[in-house]
């Protein structure tokens, strides 16, 4: 259900998507993954679990969504690299 709300279904994985699926007023079908991503996100319990699975910490893991955004690298002053 997540993966639907999120539009990985059926932007990024395949099958057959019957009825439809509002993000607010947004059709899934309609909208991008990235766009969706403006309004729809999850995190799962386990941190070793995440969409990145490589990261260590929750800075880590928050920079990866931060920089993925973004489009690039982002530089973090020292106040958040001690988090």
Not at 2 to 14: E, S, V
Not at 22 to 31: E, M, N
Not at 37 to 55: K, R
């Amino acid at each position: 259900m997540l993966r639907l709300l999120a539009g990985h279904a059926p932007h990024f994985f395949d099958g057959t998507l019957d009825g439809r699926v509002l993000v607010g007023d947004v059709d899934t079908r309609a909208s991008s993954i990235a766009d969706l991503s403006q309004s729809v996100g999850f995190v799962f319990e386990n941190p070793y679990d995440q969409l990145t699975g490589a990261t260590s910490s929750v800075f880590e893991e928050v920079a990866f969504g931060l920089e993925n955004w973004a489009g690039r690298r982002l530089t973090f002053g020292a106040e958040w690299t001690r988090c």
